[in-house]
């Protein structure tokens, strides 16, 4: 019943991966399919409507170009942190999660900037069918960012007293399987026009 | 024991509800799928009512208007499939069985399990809140077609629409825990010894069963998603008015819909395998191919999503690609309830509860295999597509799946979750009591179906061909049956409860089974295991030559009976 | 077989009649094959004492055969189906014969409404016949139908034409039928489409050729047509809400 008390079954290896590791790959490969379906909704749908390109000429190009580069500066911190969690240096594992949580920020900041700027030029979810994937899409993946940050501070809270070091690398995954589906919406929303 | 801090006693609260002990959260899906099959099987009543009695005083109902008739329909089928067959099947099984069955003390990660049925509990409520609102509950079929259900003036019903998609998203994020963690669970916390092939049936289907709603329920969920909003911030998904196409609703669901076919199927033939192995005294007919047409099956789940829509407006030469990938995916089905009945060649059947249960879901899912061949070759689709026939079909499957494989399962299982058995006599009265009615409900309605009736009518009074006295005296037939039948699971209640307290005692391995969960005490204490077991061989060792018993339980080694054959 | 149960009306009524046949013959034998072959093992192999149980496996060659053979047949029967499945959903869905006579067929919430050529056999014209709920046509006549919906999506089915067709909002999909047995006959809306689905029934009426010009030459004069106008959508609605409102009380 105790939360420091881990069932015999979470120690087990018998595929030769660590459970936590395992599970998190489960969770992305879920992930996957729902960004997959969604993707590919958009993509049929923007095939059969040339005309949204004219919608799509409307975004911010320099805004997702400067969030891919926010989200992969971020990303290479994870990579360090997951590195210093090997090295069992949990101080230091922790400092660099909570600069990859900062990354998360600046680029939730920036989104949320650039979403003003489409919003006051009149684009909103319901303008339209463009809009409302570019919304969606961007919307799910941000909330995904949001939600990455909150557990990533947790855990760097526990790694910075040395505790459940195995989590910074599984934080660090899901942080990659976020990034990597930006660098899918990133082409599909701003720079096919 | 020696593994786990010894805790003061907990309060109720944490030991019924807030507990990460995968055996009490298996009660918590049980007993939260049996209430709701208790509100599934009202409706099913107050709405064959209807079609027995049109329009007359439904007791303990009232009127049926066309409205409420919708929405019955709709609630009946999202709540069987979404709340009952998947909580009880996979959820309630699947907790209970894959620690004890794959030999440790818990899940893998027994947190998530908790959240996974909290979010579950949540999504209940959210689907009972929908009963309460202004309209009513959503009454536009399961299937939840666009532009009606994305549109309030449409449906009429837009705060239930809007529940009920937020309930079987919920939902699905409840499943989506815990089937990873099934998974995991599987993968990595067997008990040493315990090879890919020494798994059981049930273990390897209920996992497999998980990783196929993974793979198919993404879709659905990003379109729950567009179609919330499509309800909520007036987009234009599926609003062909504005870009959008109603098409692309019907293939995400489909594309989720038809895996989650075989995600409650895989269990209950899981449970099937075990009670024929067990009650037959025989080693599964060829393990591995049973495993082996699995996979196939589940492959194949994925390409036949279309056939549901054949008519639907679709190109009509996917239906020729369709057609021919549904009648493949009965070529691995076949073979494995030909593998089922090859099973009882040279056993020593013993006619128990449990055994009648798994006998008669393979009887009556074969009646459901072979109609689905005249739906699912197109030629004769377009005339049966949403008639009764294809209702008298899934429910010939559904009804095994979710009723009759269940009640194997619970009669099987029942002295290890308790520690009593059941009541014998009145476990086979119910189970003739069962049985019987079903077929009585159902046969006539594959009449009607072939007789033109369409599915969702509330009546038929404005049909002349579907309003003669012949049909409605069929349908009134098949409502009679449904009354027979419900009255008879009063017998299972009285017989559950009854046998938890006075019920005789049932010992660790009342029914001589292989499996590691009855080498634990009953009910197995928190923990499961007094000493971890290990385990060397397969799970379905009876009638060994040489063996002093019929049987061999996996944990026993070699050198104890002395036989060549692991 | 089929017809036992309900009227053929349609060309095309038996290709799907007898392929309905077909499946129902061979699936029938397979599944009274295997149901015996069960409940033969049930009643062959129950526990009696002193016999003790064999151990197979299910990998022995000569036990495989009894489960292979039947599979490859089964396997033979499953193209034995599917083959015909095909030629007929093609002949009826994927090639359409020259129409003598098109129809508009519009589904709305919750009431069919039909639209044909006047006298002056051209479409769109004044005196094309506009009709709520009933639809009258021509026996031995190939008709195409052009399919459309103003809101949800319906599904247009004449079960006694064993046609069934979805009609999608902002799309036009087509499809024939040619009656062939004078009658009157059961429209049904067989897709979900609000809480009037149960009564959105029509009828259809074939006639011959003799009735049908003189229906035509009655209802085309102006004055008729104009009576037979579609209502708005929002009357039929309210027609729909107002039949309900009855059966509530």
């Known amino acids: 019943m105790s939360a420091s008390a881990k069932p015999i079954a979470n120690a087990r290896s018998g595929t030769g991966i660590p459970s936590a590791r395992l599970i998190t790959w489960w969770v992305i490969a879920s992930e996957i399919v729902i960004f997959g379906g969604l993707l590919a909704s958009y993509i049929m749908h923007r095939v059969a409507h040339p005309e949204w390109a004219e919608s799509a000429s409307h975004t911010l190009t320099w805004a997702g170009a400067l969030n891919t580069f926010i989200l992969l500066t971020s990303s290479l911190c994870a990579v360090l942190a997951h590195q210093a969690a090997d090295s069992h240096d949990g101080p230091k594992a922790a400092k660099l999660l909570r600069l990859t949580a900062l990354g998360g920020l600046i680029f939730l900041c920036v989104k949320g900037y650039e979403w003003t700027l489409d919003i006051r030029e009149g684009f909103v979810l319901s303008s339209g069918g463009f809009w409302s994937f570019y919304y969606t899409l961007a919307g799910l993946h941000g909330l995904h960012v949001l939600a990455g940050m909150i557990i990533m501070l947790i855990v760097a809270a526990d790694a910075a007293k040395n505790e459940e070091l195995q989590r910074v690398e599984c934080i660090g995954l899901y942080w990659h399987f976020v990034d990597i589906v930006w660098i899918f919406l990133f082409p599909l929303l701003y720079i096919a026009k | ?294 996979w196939a099956v589940g492959f194949l789940s994925f390409v036949v999503w279309a056939h549901h829509q054949f008519v639907a407006g679709i190109d009509p030469r996917m239906a020729n690609i369709f057609s021919i990938t549904t009648l493949l995916i009965s070529v691995p089905i076949t073979e494995m309830v030909f593998l089922y009945i090859a099973t009882l060649y040279g056993g020593s059947i013993h006619l128990d509860t449990p055994m009648l249960w798994a006998l008669g879901f393979i009887a009556e899912f074969m009646v459901g295999g072979v109609t689905g061949i005249f739906l699912g070759s197109s030629g004769t689709d377009i005339y049966l597509h949403d008639t009764y026939f294809v209702i008298a079909h899934f429910h010939y499957t559904f009804v095994p799946i979710a009723i009759i494989a269940v009640y194997g399962g619970l009669t099987f299982w029942y002295p290890k979750m308790f520690g009593r058995m059941l009541n014998e006599t009145l476990g086979k009265i119910h189970f003739w009591g069962t049985v019987i009615p079903f077929n009585v409900i159902f046969i006539p309605l594959f009449i009607t179906g072939t007789a033109g009736d369409q599915r969702r009518v509330y009546s038929y009074a404005l049909f002349a061909e579907q309003s003669r006295p012949a049909l409605q005296h069929l349908r009134l037939t098949s409502t009679i049956a449904l009354l027979v039948m419900l009255s008879f699971q009063l017998i299972f209640i009285f017989n559950f409860f009854w046998s938890l307290r006075n019920g005789k005692s049932a010992g660790a391995n009342p029914w001589r089974s292989a499996t590691l969960e009855w080498t634990v005490p009953s009910p197995p204490p928190h923990g499961n295991f007094a000493v971890m077991p290990t385990v060397y061989r397969g799970p379905y060792e009876y009638g060994l030559p040489g063996g002093a018993d019929d049987y061999v339980p996996q944990n026993v080694p070699d050198q104890a009976f002395g036989d060549q054959n692991s | 077989m089929l017809e036992r149960y309900l009227t053929a009306a349609s060309t095309y009524a038996h290709w799907i009649d007898y392929q309905f046949l077909l499946i129902a013959v061979l699936v029938g034998f397979w599944l009274i094959v295997a149901e015996g072959m069960m409940f033969w093992l049930i009643f062959k192999f129950r526990a009696r004492d002193g016999r003790a149980t064999q151990y197979i496996t299910g990998e022995e060659t000569h036990l495989k055969r009894w489960i292979t053979i039947p599979h490859i047949l089964v396997i033979l029967c499953d193209i034995v189906i599917i083959v015909p499945a095909i030629l007929v959903w093609y002949n009826i869905k994927q090639v359409m014969p020259p129409a003598d006579e098109t129809v508009r067929v519009i589904g709305q919430q919750w009431a069919w409404s039909f639209q044909q050529a006047g006298p002056d056999g051209v479409m769109d014209t004044a005196d094309d016949i506009r009709t709520v709920g009933e639809l009258h046509v021509k026996v031995n006549t190939t008709y195409h139908f052009e399919l459309m919906s103003r809101d949800v999506v319906h599904s247009f089915a004449v079960p006694s034409f064993r046609l069934k067709q979805d009609a999608l909002p902002g799309r036009t999909i087509s499809g024939w039928f040619r009656p062939n047995r004078v009658g009157s006959y059961d429209i049904q809306c067989t897709q979900m489409c609000g809480i009037g689905h149960g009564l959105m029934a029509g009828r259809i009426i074939v006639e011959t050729p003799q009735d049908h010009a003189a229906w035509l030459l009655h209802n085309s004069t102006p004055a008729v047509a104009g009576q037979q106008a579609l209502p708005s959508p929002s009357t039929v609605g309210m027609d729909g809400l107002a039949t309900m409102a009855e059966v509530r009380r």
């Open chain 2, 1 to 294: 024991m020696s593994t786990h801090v010894e805790h003061a006693e907990p309060g109720i609260f944490r030991k019924y509800f807030w507990s990460t002990d995968h055996k009490m959260i298996a009660m918590q899906y049980l007993f939260t799928g049996m209430a709701m099959a208790l509100i599934g099987g009202y409706f099913a009543y107050v709405f064959r009512m209807q079609l027995g009695f049109p329009n007359q005083y439904v007791p303990g109902y009232g009127i049926v208007t066309p409205g409420r008739y919708n929405a019955l329909v709709t609630m009946h089928g999202s709540i069987m499939i979404f709340w009952v067959a998947m909580p009880v099947l996979i959820a309630a099984f699947g907790n209970f069985l894959i620690p004890l069955m794959v030999g440790c003390d818990d899940m893998a990660f027994p947190r998530i399990n908790r959240l996974s049925y909290q979010i579950f509990l949540l999504s209940v409520l959210v689907l009972l809140s929908s009963f309460l609102v202004k309209g009513g509950p959503f009454g536009g079929a399961w299937t939840a077609y666009p532009p009606l259900s994305a549109v309030g003036s449409y449906n009429l019903t837009p705060a239930g629409a809007t529940l009920w998609l937020v309930a079987v998203a919920l939902e699905f994020v409840a499943f989506l825990l815990g089937g990873i963690n099934f998974t995991v669970t599987t993968m990595n916390s067997r008990a040493p010894g315990m090879k890919m092939y020494d798994i059981p049936l049930v273990i390897w289907m209920i996992v497999l069963a998980s990783i196929i709603f993974m793979c198919s329920a993404g879709p659905l969920i990003a379109g729950a998603v567009m179609l919330l909003f499509d309800q909520t911030m007036s987009t234009g998904f599926f609003d062909p008015t504005r870009g959008g196409d109603p098409l692309l609703w019907q293939h995400l669901f489909w594309f989720f819909g038809h895996p989650e076919v075989y995600v409650v199927l895989l269990p209950a033939m899981g449970i099937v395998a075990e009670i024929i192995a067990v009650f037959a005294r025989k080693k599964i007919f060829g393990y591995k191919t049973v495993l082996y047409t699995t």
